[in-house]
């Protein structure tokens, strides 16, 4: 068990990509009849619409429908050229049929290249995006929102049913400007191919943007992705992917190689102060149980509370 004084450390699953695209609906069910068996507790799915991956908010509502504990999360979903307005609805019908399950988390941009030609923006995509999430958050929170903005007009609108507890908005981001974001705007922040000093240093920069803002962030609101290349994995391929992503970093303070080795690097971003983590394998996962049974035997100890 790894102990923190921010709070209780949380491991969940990340799904990415899928074995074969013609099974990937057999393959999703597989991985959620295992989870809800499983000492897991929550799935994150990516918003990459270019791969064989489930997309987060349709997928997120099939899992929580097929599924009794599980909570999902989005990891993260690209905000700017989506309708804000209708993403707050969805959200809040999401939040009422499955309460305490929903874990929104938002970027400004597709991680792929190829897939942001998807998110027409009408602006600068920064300001797009703050404006955005103000607008989703009030419709998630207030019962009538008027908004005279940049990008958007709102007179008297509301989003029925919503949730009797908000929902948290989290946000990723690692680039400065977007750390400092994440302290403005978000109610936590999950990060991606930062090495446990780069993350311990992020979060100081978030609590100091929130404060310069008159807000505060729970103290276990702070996470990361962690990719792991389990046994069989081939850990090159695994190490290359990582070097693209950060060829200023090491990429084995990016990448675990082997369950050990995973362990090791989410021991190292608690001592930095992040509590919540997302575990996903670099490759597609032939037996979902197995692989299960082998997180929860080998990550499972290190949770606490």
Known sequence: MVHSPHGKVRIGVGLVGARSLPELGTEFDELLDALDTSAVDSLWLADIVTKSVVDPTVGSTWAAARTRRIKVGTGVTVLPGRNPMLLAAELATLAVLAPKRILPVFGLRAAVPADRQYYPVPGHIAAVFEESLTVLRRLLTEDSVTHHGEFFTLDDASVVPRPDRPLDLWLGGR?????????????????????????????TVIEAAARDAGRTIDDDHYGTNVWVA???????????????????????????????????????????GLTKFVVRPTEPVADWAGFLDQFSTELGPLESG
């Not at 693209?244 to 675990?256: E, H, K, N, V």
């Open 175 to 203: 680039a400065p400007a977007g750390l400092r974001r994440a302290g403005r705007f978000g109610d936590g922040w999950l990060a991606s191919f930062l090495t446990p000093a780069e993350t311990a240093h992020a979060r």
């Open 230 to 272: 389990p046994p069989g994995a081939d850990p090159d391929a695994a190490l290359r992917v990582a070097t693209l992503q950060r060829p200023d970093a090491d990429p084995r303070d990016l990448i675990g190689i082997g369950w050990e080795h995973t362990a090791e690097l989410i021991r190292r971003y608690v001592d930095g």
